[in-house]
């Protein structure tokens, strides 16, 4: 747990914590990583709900019952259910993104398993995407790599990579603006 807890601090990692220990011991991690997925994408997809977990003008037992509500229309059960509940129950759910973040890193770590963003100029091909993901293994020394390919033709060619808090930029444009930077300095 030492090393878990180097990953996620304050606390909404306290939290997170919990809830994965918890998670692990009833072997449920998939479950409730897939439910807790399930609610961040409503809190991304509805400005109202995002407003509501936001406000601290509605009490706890507001909260727990219009949670209660919402958790039942999107059957969504089990640990993360009770977990969520007793989150607006301590009047904690203004954080609850923060939770969900810190309970998926110490999932993925758990799993061996690195995220990264990639943006590229054009699509790639799947043989690319592969040798990217072995690469990227590779250096942040995980079993795998996720990948979530953004297209951006703005960066011309190359790409930009950021795994973890690591970012390289070796876009084209990039180098041709540093470039533009030396250029004036010289001149």
Same mark, same amino acid.
């Given at each position: 747990?030492?090393?878990?807890?180097?990953?996620?601090?304050?606390?909404?990692?306290?939290?997170?914590? /919990? =809830?994965?220990?918890? &998670?692990?011991?009833? #072997? $449920?991690?998939?479950?409730?990583?897939?439910?807790? @997925? +399930?609610?961040?994408?409503?809190?991304?997809?509805?400005?109202?709900?995002?407003?509501?977990?936001?406000?601290?003008?509605?009490?706890?037992?507001?909260?727990?019952?219009?949670?209660? /509500? =919402?958790?039942?229309? &999107?059957?969504?059960? #089990? $640990?993360?259910?009770?977990?969520?509940?007793?989150? @607006? +129950?301590?009047?904690?759910?203004?954080?609850?993104?923060?939770?969900?973040?810190?309970?998926?890193?110490?999932?993925?770590?758990?799993?061996?398993?690195?995220?990264?963003?990639?943006?590229?100029?054009?699509?790639?091909?799947?043989?690319?995407?592969?040798?990217?993901?072995?690469?990227?293994?590779?250096?942040?020394?995980?079993?795998?790599?996720?990948?979530?390919?953004?297209?951006?033709?703005?960066?011309?060619?190359?790409?930009?990579?950021?795994?973890?808090?690591?970012?390289?930029?070796?876009?084209?444009?990039?180098?041709?603006?540093?470039?533009?930077?030396?250029?004036?300095?010289?001149?």
């Amino acid at each position: 747990m030492a090393k878990q807890e180097s990953l996620v601090s304050g606390m909404a990692g306290r939290y997170a914590q /919990a =809830l994965f220990a918890l &998670a692990q011991e009833t #072997g $449920t991690t998939d479950e409730v990583s897939a439910d807790l @997925a +399930a609610f961040a994408g409503f809190i991304d997809s509805s400005e109202d709900l995002r407003r509501f977990i936001k406000s601290p003008v509605f009490s706890a037992e507001e909260q727990v019952k219009a949670l209660g /509500a =919402l958790l039942d229309k &999107a059957e969504i059960g #089990g $640990t993360a259910a009770k977990f969520l509940k007793l989150v @607006a +129950a301590k009047r904690r759910l203004f954080a609850v993104e923060d939770m969900i973040r810190d309970f998926n890193i110490l999932n993925d770590s758990a799993k061996g398993l690195s995220r990264a963003s990639v943006t590229v100029a054009e699509a790639l091909k799947e043989e690319h995407i592969e040798a990217l993901k072995s690469a990227l293994a590779n250096v942040s020394g995980s079993r795998s790599v996720e990948i979530a390919v953004k297209v951006d033709p703005t960066i011309i060619g190359g790409l930009i990579v950021q795994l973890g808090s690591r970012m390289v930029d070796g876009s084209l444009k990039t180098k041709l603006n540093s470039i533009r930077t030396r250029m004036k300095e010289v001149g």
